[in-house]
């Protein structure tokens, strides 16, 4: 009998105590639901990396499409609309948006990160680590590698953004290769840090083509005096063409 009595107060204890924890919840999203916005919160979540984008920037852009939080009844306003509206910026590339229990709206966001620039007769634009055009406007001032010349936005997202890629994780050629010329016919060339070029020819193949130069450039550099070349010509076949300077 006393073990079924135990039994009863352990489930009613529980029972309350599952009770008190939902009046809590209820209160707090009550406390939400009723209450108005005291401020909006932005986090630009990489804001050391890079600075592109200002949190009065994103403040400005929800105002002007009728978004303006601060004062409003935390019920009527709507995060799904604003994350829609943070995440069409133009720099922006994740944004999250939720109210918090102190009646603040909060919106945290990463920036969009370049990896190369391209430049036209008619344009010029970067394309970012998620191969997207990105604009280029005031504050970008990332150092990536300008690409030059005859270049469409679909040759740039896709097979010029693999070969920047690799370039840059390849210790050898990223420190080596300052630009990207790219001729008519879809000739590349490649400028070296001591103005020197690299004829490339097209691109298909170029993990071969410079890996043949790079044990080129490393058995010259064994001798005693190192050629300087103005320019190195790979698009032969098999072959490693070396014009020195005074050629």
Known sequence: MKRNIQIILTSCAAVMAV???????????????????????????????????TEKEITSTLSQNGLAVVGKDMESIITQHIEDIVRSHEIVRTAECYKTQLGDVRIDLTQRVPLLRVTTPAESYFIDTDRKRMPVRAGINSKVIPVNGHVGQQMAQSEIADFVVWMQDNTYWSSRITAIDVKEGKQFVLRRQDGS????????????????????????????????????????????IGRKKQD
Request: glycine share 6%.
């Open 197 to 240: 070029r690299i004829l490339l020819g097209e691109l298909a193949g170029y993990k071969q083509k410079l890996k043949r130069l790079r044990i080129f450039l490393e058995e010259k550099e064994k001798g005693a005096d190192i050629p300087q070349y103005k320019e190195i010509d790979l698009r032969y076949k098999g072959q490693v």
């Open 19 to 53: 009770v008190a924890i939902l009046c809590c919840l209820a209160t707090a999203c009550t406390h939400i639901r009723q209450g108005v916005c005291k401020q909006l919160v932005i986090n630009i979540a990489d804001k050391e990396q890079r600075y592109f984008i």
